[in-house]
């Protein structure tokens, strides 16, 4: 019988140092992206830039290119479950989808190469590209928050619902959404949602399901124009795609079990919590 000894340098060694224990954390979080996407429709994309960033360790500049093709595959996935239910509109994703994948493909292969590795310098305030980066996307996780915890929240602009259609706002809103798309890698729903009620006239399910096609194919279009800028892991990226997309697999089969509209609001707040912490941490912590 062979003897085996156990050291306490050799428990040491199997013990999980502290960044495995985050990159586990950052894996199991992928689940959670894709389980509140299955359960409230919106809202888990917008957490997978902090997550590549805080939990696996990426470069923000790196982490919003991997987002984009993570969000554009769970998005995809969740899209693929509105057409089969005739909730997608093919008209609007053209009118509404040609100007923001273009917007948003020149953005990652131009603007975003582009920006200076430092913005300015006060004392000893130093902005990076990755800090501007990461408050842009603080900020946008803010508003993302304030739709989920106020239903409608951006959809109460009266002004907008008694203008006819306007192909210019639409043309405006689509570009714009390409622009905040290409630069912080986050799907814009919460932004492309009210535009498609107001301007373009949908009931909300029909917006809903329209939205994921426009934030899968605007997030896979603007991860093609990265190629060749940063280099690309597969294997991780797959993977941590793979766990996204079970997610949503399992929060759509308990999706019936749960108030769908309470676990939205309090998932807001936690949005907005981790939206301010990030400020904080960017530039006091």
């Not at 902005?127 to 106020?150: D, N, P, Q």
């Not at 492309?192 to 373009?200: F, H, M, Y």
Request: overall charge positive; proline content about 3%; some cysteine.
């Amino acid at each position: 019988m062979t003897k085996v000894t156990v050291t306490a340098q050799s428990i040491f060694y199997l013990c999980p140092t502290k960044t495995e224990y985050m990159e586990i954390l950052g894996y199991i979080s992928a689940l959670l992206i894709g389980l509140s996407l299955g359960l409230t429709g919106s809202g888990g994309s917008i957490l997978t830039v902090p997550i590549l960033v805080y939990l696996i360790g990426l470069n923000p500049v790196l982490a919003t290119s991997y987002s984009l093709f993570v969000v554009g595959v769970t998005s995809a996935v969740g899209g693929v479950r509105f057409f089969r239910q005739g909730l997608v509109s093919f008209k609007t994703v053209l009118t509404f989808g040609l100007p923001s994948l273009l917007t948003i493909y020149f953005t990652r292969l131009y603007v975003v190469p582009a920006l200076p590795q430092t913005f300015f310098e006060i004392h000893t305030l130093v902005v990076t590209k990755e800090v501007f980066l990461m408050v842009l996307f603080s900020l946008l996780m803010v508003m993302a928050s304030l739709s989920m915890i106020r239903s409608g929240f951006f959809l109460s602009w009266q002004g907008f619902s008694s203008r006819r259609l306007s192909l210019l706002l639409t043309f405006l809103e689509a570009v714009f959404v390409g622009l905040v798309s290409g630069l912080v890698g986050a799907g814009g729903g919460f932004l492309i949602i009210p535009a498609l009620v107001l301007l373009l006239r949908l009931d909300m399910k029909m917006a809903v399901g329209t939205s994921l096609v426009l934030i899968a194919s605007n997030s896979l279009i603007g991860f093609l124009g990265d190629l060749g800028h940063y280099p690309i892991d597969w294997a991780f990226l797959l993977s941590f795609s793979s766990l996204a997309v079970l997610g949503i697999f399992v929060g759509a089969g308990i999706a019936h079990k749960v108030d769908s509209q309470r676990l939205k609001k309090n998932f807001g707040w936690f949005v907005l919590a981790m939206g301010l912490f990030i400020i904080l941490k960017e530039f006091f912590l």
